[in-house]
Each structure stands twice: as structure tokens, then as C-alpha cells.
T-cell receptor, first 113, second 114 residues
Framework: KAGVTQTPRYLIKTRGQQVTLSCSPI?????VSWYQQTPGQGLQFLFE???????NKGNFPGRFSGRQFSNSRSEMNVSTLELGDSALYLC????????????FGSGTRLTVV | AQSVTQLGSHVSVSEGALVLLRCNYS??????LFWYVQYPNQGLQLLLK??????LVKGINGFEAEFKKSETSFHLTKPSAHMSDAAEYFC????????????FGKGTLLTVNP
């Protein structure tokens, strides 16, 4: 079956702009999580959605937001981009609360210049 | 609160040698534990998971890990390293229940020498 699909794979944005990243989970998976990966901070949890409801949120500023659609696809948005937002953004999906393990996509590499 | 400590940011082994990557966790509730591998410019691939069943967990590519509650450890092992095992490995903990997030360690970069 198809894995977790993230688009686009690479993005270059200018400081102050906003960006939207997309994630399509594995068919049947209703939980979608987002993580930010940087060399300095490692892997950090952004938020998790289940059936269009945000169930958990990490310690990121309000410029980071997300949503989930009825077909379980998810988007995350970052407004007023800062240089420090440059990172690999990873999406993960699971059937329910990760008991089956989380399957990750290949990520979106965001570079803010 | 949960946390993960991976001992050794870089481990180097010879091909055919034992691989041992260390992970210690802290959790206020019975944890779910995971090991992931990441190859350059790729996402994370699940190697194995512990979710309160057998304490010795077997995963893909010949890897296994043992959950030791008394030592709060979940070390990853492989009897014989292969060149293709060179990658970065992450240990992660989840609290299960209403805790819907993974807390990751800083990662261990495994180098396999010919």
C-alpha cells in the first residue's frame, strides 16, 4: 500500500513569507502528526490530529498551525517565516495513538532565506 | 513528562561486528518504545516497537531490542553489522493513552567500516 506522502519535497521561502506543507497519510490511518527536525534541536513534536481534531500540541509559537481534513489529509502552515524555521518537516500517520507505530513520510525540506 | 537519552552520538563498528546502540528512557506511565532509522535525505523508518507485550522485540533487518523496566533501558542490537546499516538511529518514547506524541532521543550515527 502507498506510504505517507508529503509535498513538496523541497521549498525555498523568503523571511516574512508564509508556507503550507501537505501530508497524505496511509489509507485508513486517521492520526497524523507533524515533527520538525533540525541539527540543533533534533526531532520536535509540533502537533497531532485525529478525525479533524487537534489532540496534542508541542511547544511552538502560534505561527505554526495545522489542520486535518475529512479524508485525513493534513496541512501545516507557518506564517511570518524566520530563518530559524529552516528544517526538515516530517509527517507521520498511524491507526490509533501510535500503538501500531508511526509511519513517516520522506519530509519537506524548508529553507528560509 | 517523558525523555529519552541515547548514549553516544556516534558509534563506529567493523562489518560483521556486534552493533549495540544504547537508549534509556524516563516516563511517568508505562511507555511505548520505538527505534527508528533514518538514511540521508529520507524520513524515519520504524525498526521495531515495544508496546507492553514481549520484552524482547524483534524488528526488521535483523535488529532486536530488549525492554528492561528495572534499568529503564531499551537498547538496540544486531549480531553482525552490514555496510547497509550505516545510518542514524533514533530511540523514541510515547506514553500511550492520551499522549499522542513521540519524544525522541538526539540520535546515534552508526558508521560501519569495511
Amino acid at each position: 500500500k502507498a506510504g505517507v506522502t508529503q509535498t513538496p519535497r523541497y521549498l525555498i521561502k523568503t523571511r516574512g513569507q508564509q508556507v503550507t506543507l501537505s501530508c497524505s497519510p496511509i489509507s485508513g490511518h486517521r492520526s497524523v502528526s507533524w515533527y520538525q527536525q533540525t541539527p540543533g534541536q533534533g526531532l520536535q513534536f509540533l502537533f497531532e490530529y485525529f478525525s479533524e481534531t487537534q489532540r496534542n500540541k508541542g511547544n511552538f509559537p502560534g505561527r505554526f498551525s495545522g489542520r486535518q481534513f475529512s479524508n485525513s489529509r493534513s496541512e501545516m502552515n507557518v506564517s511570518t517565516l524566520e530563518l530559524g524555521d529552516s528544517a526538515l518537516y516530517l509527517c507521520a500517520s498511524s491507526l490509533e495513538a501510535g500503538l501500531d507505530g508511526y509511519t513517516f513520510g520522506s519530509g519537506t525540506r524548508l529553507t528560509v532565506v | 513528562a517523558q525523555s529519552v537519552t541515547q548514549l553516544g552520538s556516534h558509534v563506529s563498528v567493523s562489518e560483521g561486528a556486534l552493533v549495540l546502540l544504547r537508549c534509556n528512557y524516563s516516563s511517568s506511565v508505562p511507555p511505548y518504545l520505538f527505534w527508528y532509522v533514518q538514511y540521508p535525505n529520507q524520513g524515519l523508518q520504524l525498526l521495531l516497537k515495544y508496546t507492553s507485550a514481549a520484552t524482547l522485540v524483534k524488528g526488521i533487518n535483523g535488529f532486536e531490542a530488549e525492554f528492561k523496566k528495572s534499568e529503564t533501558s531499551f537498547h538496540l542490537t544486531k549480531p553482525s553489522a552490514h555496510m547497509s546499516d550505516a545510518a542514524e538511529y533514533f530511540c523514541a518514547v510515547s506514553g500511550g493513552g492520551s499522549n499522542y506524541k513521540l519524544t525522541f532521543g538526539k540520535g546515534t550515527l552508526l558508521t560501519v567500516n569495511p
